[in-house]
């Protein structure tokens, strides 16, 4: 059905895929933006009659964008949330406001959180105001017309998550550094940067960051935190272990969540988790919601680390070297569940054994395979 | 935000910035895959299991390219035929594709330009590649960085991407690349040359006002050049402009910067990141499937981004497998790393696969070992066969248990039979007939087609059973028109052969090619080169080995050379045959002289060749023979001198060395007197040459030509001899001359005849009287005799370069100094295990020289030069010869090493460069001191400025002996002593 109109938008979709595909988009967060700004030009776009058919439009889209570049799993996440929410949007509009709370009551999130104020998932703004009539035989748009308002506001939400990630994660950052704290990190990633920024206003602590080759991220990750204040040292990534013992808490960040509670995060994570186990140090994990995947590394698929040029290790240049030595250079490690403590999100903070139980209440179970 | 606001941001995009054209090349041009191609065009053939033609348009892609125009000449239905069918076609590609076809005439990229320019399809500054491509680098980048350019300067017509590499390195084309001279600051590119692998070029030539102009260069000869162009609007009418323009890069670049008139800029982008390369041939070919499976293009890998749209999985030890599953593969295969497998193969039991890849729906038989092998798709490999460093066409089936070795081609569609076995390097296509598709360019199809097929009676190869193919022959007949490209003569192909290295060349064939060349290669060509070497092998074995010189020399009659001489043979043979006067042959030879830019010495042997053969033989009769030769050296003989500069003792070393390579070494003596006779010889300068060793074949090894250089020698002696026996003979009467006439018409007939000095000293007894008791007990050796200037050429040049010496080592002091921090890139990029030993010397002793050069003012030649084995570092030394006007930097480590044969892999360059300072310290030194003895040499200095004006055109001036031995052959003796200059 929507072959026959075509994939709506399908300039800006192809677009992001050819653009995820040559790496010319990368980092979770900013494919995730992407994804969400592509989804709303395509729902914008779009010409449906029924909930099903929109449905089915996007999985489309978010299936070849997911396939573009399966090692950027928040391409799908985005689409998985988009339509969960587009879901119960059109569930709430359809049935009314009643049945939608209910299911909240039940989520280990604000379990967990104890109370603390969740932003409201069913807007009031959508109360059954509208009146749906789908398959209008004489109207074919009329469907469409009044619900995306609704589709807009729930794509909305899914854009001022991403959007508001940072400030979300660091709001509770006081809580957990404490002060005179050493904090090990590793890799530069935004959140953890963040985090660990928003920290220093209240807290007087050290960061120890790890150089973390080949990419040498960590550099970066160094200056901005001392720009900003922090008492910084610089290791390379060979200490990690031996100033482990004097680390109080280990702070990176991920790539992806697994369902299982497992993640990607930069290479060198695993050194770092697998040190701080070794030490019973605490390993916290800083991420958006929007890296939850439903997905598992339970083969420890090899291709899943993404593995990149070997140029950062072995110069093009070394001609004969080139010739005789295979140079390996995964760009991501795969830390299981049992090396981290605990997740803290834009959305509570949550234990590993606790994230498919997350996945399950952010995605639809039928959207697992787009 | 909403939408409509980003949707009008795009359009603002899309109108806004100018549409980024691009300009492919879709033919090759030459035939290296051949019969691969048969036909197919180049472009279509799979790589990594996708088309050339796709990774280029993905590499297009990747770089923000939208509008694309193809040019393609052979299988141009074919090639439209893939691009309409392929995904990039498609409206959301967002690339637009315009096949466009060009005459059949098109023969070159230069007339493909010429094309382009008549089409009028470029708008404004395009990106020019060739359909072959693989890049992951950001050309939008590069292209920004040229409009950039082009702001400032107009006159900024081309930026040339370039990646670098190591010397030594899998994906750079040793039989095709270039040397390039940059400004580092502003990545200019100053000078390019071209280098081919075989004949090796030693020599780079720089003009010397870049010196000038540019306090700082980089001589850069690690580059790989991936012929991604970023072109201005105006490069396709400077093609229409130039029509003899055909390579881009050879005559176009070449020609750019050399030009005087035209003041257009060329620049370079030096690509650190990403990956570049083309499948220029079969080698490359392999390496870059190499490239691709151990993911250096990476993000554009067959698991990411395969521009054939394949997805695959990738597994541990970079094996990829197609991911839908569709793969049968036994439990008992085994595939090793490095590998590629495409849907619907099937590997069956004990197959073994390592280091391939292998296409779409092919069929791996039990116990089938591939390695290295590139096998397209829809190819069955019999039970137990043998494939290895091999490309294999699609639709092949290789019977059970054969074996194809290393370097085979098997063009599609093939049949072996059972047990069929290829040897090493054959190219295997099917029958004639059975070739379905009509062949595009019909007559030369056809000549390479009845080529093919007479060469099946020497087929060695077993091709089985009920096998459709037939083998092309390895070479191209020698016989074919002789304007064959030097980078697609046969050796030089070798180069860029799959599984052909280095040591093969060397070693594999019966005879090596080193000494095959000079054995089979015509004898003009091998003379010359021996001329070039008699002479400076004496003199570099102070500080060298003798074979590596020789070995060398080799080495240094290279391309141009070459050419030159097959121009001069003809000039000359039309002079001979249509009897030109003296004064217009002279005119010409100069002219081509200056055209190809060779030394003096050269000219010199090409002329007395030419007389020496064209001699007319009488069988039997002495006298009649001398009438003959003294005919023949009365019409031509003043030629010898009017070629631009008089030298008469190198006429004699050079008619010496003709001669004892050719079959009339018996006239050598007759000749030589009759050159004698006709005052273009005389008799000091024969002395002079009989006192050099290389006369005397010293150094020379054992062999006819050396014994026919003794034999020469001897015959000089005998002639010394008389003129000794004269001078005492003159007080006693004239009587005794004719019976000495007598005795000698007895000699002659053994074949070494001199009586014609005397005769001629009849003639002009008084001066000879004069200058013989001058000379008085000298005799045999007259080095370091003291003649007046006037009357000794040799020795007044030599003084000249003392003085002049001296004088450059003064100036150059103050700036060698400057210069010392900068590096010559070749030198320091080199990679080696000693490299890290490598002294800082060297690359100042090459400043120092090129400093000199540009305080010298006149136009220098910097010969700068490619080690043929790069595991070594290149030392380079340097004169500066100012009678000459050359500036030479020659590899002093190349000359200690036997480099075109790339033999010994394990040298001590830092020994051997130890070796060379040292070594080359004392001949030099030796040199100045017997010149500082010289006291007149500041006016003789000036003599010869003057005489060096009056001999005309000849740039060269007066060329003394020292100077032309350099000029001609000595290039690395020349520079040893310069850089000693230098370094003091």
Known sequence: MSSEHAVPAARAVENLAAKLRRRQIVGSREAALETVLVLRQVVAKARFSNIDQLVSLLREVGKRLAEAQPKEHTVGNVVRKVLHNIREEYNTAAKGAAAAPTRNVFSISKFVLQGQPRKQVIAPKSEATISLRENDPDEPDSFAKALKPVLMEAIQDVLDELETVYDNVSKTAKDHIHSDEIILTIGHSKTVEAFLKSAGHYRNYTVIVAETGPSYSGHEMATSLSNAGISTFLVPDSSIYAIMSRVNKVIIGAHAILANGGMFAITGSLLAATAARAHSTPVVVCTGQFKLTPAWNLYHDYGALDFADPSSVLGYEEGLLVDKVDVINPYYDYVGPELVDVFITNDGDHPPSSIYRLVKESYDDEDQHL | MPPKSSAGKEKDLATEEEVLQAVILADSFNKRFRPLTVGKPRCLLPICNATLLDWTFESLALAGVQEIFVICRSYADLVKKAIRESKWSRPSSGLKIVPIITAKETFSPGDAMRDIYTHGIITSD???????????????????????????????????????????????????????????????????????????????????????????????????????????VEVPSLFQDNFDYADIRRDFVYGVLTSDLLMKNVHCYIAKEGYAARVADTRSYDAISKDILSRWTYPLVPDNNH???????????????????????????????????????????????????????????????????YIFDDTEIGAGALVENSIVGSGVRIGEGSTVRTGCLIADGVVLGKNARLARFDRVSRRRYLVDGESTDGEEDEEEWEVVEAHQDSVTSVLGEGSNAVVWPQSHSEDEDEEVDEVESYNNQRLMRIGDTASDIDLSDAGSVTEDESDSEDEDDASSIMNGLSRTSSMTSVSLPDPDVSTIHNLQASAADSEFRSEVKQSLDRAFAEGHSVDNASVELKTLRMASNVPLRRVREAVVEAIVERVPIVEGDAAKQRTEIGRMVARWGPLIDRIGGVDPVETVEVLACHCAQSSRLPLFGQILAALYQADIVEEDDIRAWHAQASSQAEGQKPGPYMDGLEKCWSVGKMMIEQFDEQESDDESGEGEDEEEEEEEEEEEEKGSAAQVPATKAESSEEEESEEESEEGSEGGSNEGSEESSEESESEESEVTKAAVSEKTLASADVPATKV???????????????????????????????????????????????????????????????????????????????????????????????KVATGSTQPSRKTNNEEDEEDESEESEEESGESEEASGSGSEGSSSEEGSGEDSTGRDVGGEDSSEEESE
Do not use: W
């Open chain 2, 307 to 373: 521009p054939g749209g394949h997805a695959y999985d990738h597994l541990r030890g970079n094996k990829y497998m197609a991911k839908d599953n569709t793969i049968i593969m036994s439990r008992t295969a085994r595939v090793g790393p490095n590998t590629l497998i495409g849907a619907h193969t099937t590997i069956a039991d004990g197959a073994s696969i390592s280091g391939s890849v292998i296409g779409q729906r092919c069929k791996i038989g039990p116990g089938a070992v591939l390695k290295g092998a």
């Open chain 2, 820 to 914: 010392e921090q900068t590096e010559t890139k070749t030198t320091a990029t080199v990679s080696t295990p000693a490299g890290a030993a490598e002294p800082a010397e060297p690359v100042s002793t090459t400043h120092a020289a090129v400093v000199a050069a540009v305080d010298s003012t006149s136009t220098a030649t910097i010969k700068q030069v490619e080690v043929a084995d790069p595991a070594r570092k290149q030392v380079a030394a340097a004169v500066i010869e100012e009678t000459q006007r050359t500036v030479v930097v020659a590899s002093a480590d190349e000359a200690a090493k036997p480099a075109p044969s790339g033999l010994s892999t394990t040298p001590l360059p830092a020994q051997a460069i130890a």
């Open chain 2, 126 to 232: 395009f990106v020019l590649v060739t359909g072959d491509l693989v890049s992951n680098i950001r050309i939008d980048e590069v292209v920004r960085v040229h409009k950039e350019r082009r702001r400032t300067n107009k006159d900024a017509i081309m930026t040339i991407v370039v990646k670098e590499s190591g010397l030594q390195h899998r994906t750079r084309s040793r039989g095709e690349s270039g040397v390039f001279v940059l400004d580092p600051d502003t990545s200019e590119c100053l000078h390019y040359e071209s280098v081919i692998g075989y004949p090796p070029k030693t020599h780079a030539e720089i003009p010397r006002e870049i010196f000038a102009e540019h306090p700082e260069v980089e001589i850069r000869n690690d580059l790989i050049d991936c012929c991604i162009d970023i072109c201005s």
